[in-house]
């Protein structure tokens, strides 16, 4: 059971041996003690099947949403998808321009990377929304995902406006390298042209990939020493990276998710959801 498992299905290092041993496969579980499974996701129980969308409706409205119709697994620039994220965007770059970060700090941005800042809609449709490791790893490994629209732009005004710029993902440390490169520029692969990650002051990259439970630094070990198997939640782990970085004295002004666990859990002014209807990690 790799991390990537882990973080797209939402399943607890606990649950996911009982899921193993059940034969569970694509459905994401949370422990809430050690003998009783939970869903990860909390949601309705439909009366009917009419209060679901049918799940084939159901994709080919994404396709629609994002200006691609027959499943080429590009997506519009003119889309409802592009629409949406540039407006997110702006919204952030209105806010940062008249920002007033804490005095004494350095002002910051933090930015989540898979549908924050490189858009994943061609491994979705590849997979037909169903995450594989081994083949996601080849979408990242070679650096085949283009910008969120909007998101370069907003991150190259902030950083002419002094903002150090911070990125946190949940993609493991195995695959910082090919992040940078599909981020920034290496000639390697889609180059999305996004500023550089800043070095903090201590000397650590700002690019933030998470490292096998073994190899957390100290501020993980602490704030995640209670989740199951000592392994940070999406929540805790992200959430105690920006607490890290603002003990160095940050003030990160914007944050930028996608998912709501990239927003949760304080240590930023203000949060910025980008859309995406494609999956959910708890
Ligand atoms: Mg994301």
Request: with cysteine.
């Amino acid at each position: 059971m790799t991390f990537t498992i882990t973080r797209r299905l939402g399943i607890t290092a606990v649950a996911a041996l009982a899921v193993a041993a059940l034969g569970g496969a694509g459905v994401g579980y949370a422990a809430s003690s050690a003998t009783t499974l939970q869903p990860a996701i909390k949601t309705i129980t439909p009366r009917s099947e009419k209060d679901v969308t049918n799940i084939d409706v159901l994709r080919q409205q994404l396709r629609n949403y994002y200006g691609d119709a027959l499943g080429t697994g590009q997506f519009g620039d003119d889309s409802n998808y592009a629409r949406e994220a540039r407006s997110a965007a702006s919204d952030g770059a209105h806010y940062l321009a008249h920002a007033h970060p804490a005095r004494h700090k350095t002002k910051a941005i933090i930015l989540d990377v898979d549908d924050t800042t490189l858009a994943t809609w061609n491994y979705e449709v590849f997979s037909n929304w169903a995450f594989n490791p081994t083949t996601n790893a080849d979408y990242v490994l070679n650096q085949r995902f283009p910008a969120v629209p909007g998101m370069v732009s907003m991150v190259t005004s902030a950083e002419r406006e002094g903002y150090a710029i911070f990125y946190l993902t949940g993609r493991p440390t195995s695959q910082e390298q090919a992040t940078l490169g599909n981020l920034t520029a290496d000639q390697i692969g889609v180059d999305a042209g996004y500023p550089k990650p800043t070095t903090l002051r201590d000397g650590e990259d700002g690019l933030f990939t998470k490292p096998d439970v073994t190899a957390y630094p100290d501020y993980l070990k602490q704030a995640c020493a209670a989740d199951p198997g000592g392994k940070c939640t999406t929540i805790h782990y992200k959430s105690a990276t920006r607490a890290h970085i603002e003990s160095l004295g940050y003030d990160i002004v914007g944050n930028f998710g996608d998912q709501f666990s990239d927003l949760k859990g304080g240590f930023a002014d203000k949060t910025f959801k980008l859309p995406n209807p494609n999956y959910f990690l708890p």
